[in-house]
């Protein structure tokens, strides 16, 4: 079994960052992929970003592309997304998931087994 903890929300003005951290636990940390997701109010979760079991694959959603950068330490046994140039459209929940059965990104939910809490982000105009 996994356990997640998203950590680093906040409140943010337009245009600055935050750094989201992913804590887990469990021994398949290191063999899982690991996605973030989101959900606005009124709105379905959707995703947002999503790196493979070593790190060398990441994948983004078209709204975060060149914005937010997904990144895991396996030692440390934590994913993160560090997001730049916030607009007050990330506003949201985000999401931690993961992937033990398999160590490739994928966009959907249903590939996702476990989720944390989510941390809410706020970023105001």
């Known amino acids: 079994q996994v356990q997640l903890v998203e950590s680093g929300g906040g409140l943010v003005q337009a245009g600055g960052s935050l750094r989201l951290s992913c804590a887990a636990s469990?021994?398949?940390?290191?063999?899982?992929?690991m996605g973030w997701f989101r959900q606005a109010p009124g709105k379905e979760r959707e995703f947002v970003a999503a790196?493979?079991?070593?790190?060398?694959?990441?994948f983004y959603a078209d709204s975060v592309k060149g914005r937010f950068t997904i990144s895991r330490d396996n030692a440390k046994k934590t994913v993160y997304v560090q997001m730049n140039s916030l607009k007050p459209e990330d506003t949201a929940v985000y999401y931690c998931?993961?992937?033990?059965?398999?160590?490739?990104?994928?966009?959907?939910?249903?590939?996702?087994?476990?989720w944390g809490q989510g941390t809410q982000v706020t970023v105001s105009s």
């Open positions: 998931a993961a992937r033990p059965d398999s160590g490739e990104v994928a966009t959907t939910q249903l590939a996702y087994e476990y």
């Open positions: 469990g021994r398949t940390f290191r063999s899982s992929a």
């Open positions: 790196v493979s079991w070593s790190g060398g694959r990441t």
